[in-house]
């Protein structure tokens, strides 16, 4: 189930196109029966979800953040850390493909991932040593 909407009806229609294809049969169906207080609850539902993907991925931010300070003290470079958040940053932006609703996690998402990259940047021998690199 997904908002009616362009964007989504040529998702739904790609998709029924690539099933016959492959010999399978897909059915396109437009339901229009929720009421207010159902269309409330299948955004908050949606936008629930949405926070809760969001907030993993600001999690997983600032763990890699968290590990990459700890191998610089090591002495190990920050390459495979600066890999991961730039996979972060592409999850991301797929998942805003699919928060239909604007859930408001995505922001703290975005920038924890921003903040991680900032911190991380090459060159910048003392970055994680900044306090914005600890603040969570």
Avoid: C
Avoid at 16 to 33: M, P
Avoid at 66 to 84: C, F, M, N
Avoid at 93 to 109: C, S, V
Wanted: net charge neutral; charged share 35%; glycine share 8%.
């Amino acid at each position: 189930m997904l908002p009616a909407d362009a964007k989504t009806r040529e998702a739904f229609e790609w998709l029924a196109e690539e099933i016959g294809e492959q010999g399978g049969t897909a059915f396109l169906w437009e339901a229009l029966s929720l009421d207010e207080p159902q269309n409330r609850e299948l955004v908050r539902r949606f936008r629930t979800e949405a926070d809760g993907r969001y907030a993993a991925l600001a999690r997983s931010a600032e763990k890699i953040l968290r590990s990459a300070a700890r191998s610089r003290r090591r002495g190990v470079g920050i390459d495979a850390a600066l890999r991961q958040l730039e996979g972060l940053g592409r999850a991301i932006r797929l998942e805003r493909r699919r928060d239909y609703f604007r859930a408001p996690g995505r922001a703290e998402a975005e920038t924890a991932v921003a903040a991680a990259l900032a911190n991380l940047e090459p060159g910048d021998e003392h970055a994680l040593d900044h306090p914005a690199a600890s603040a969570h």
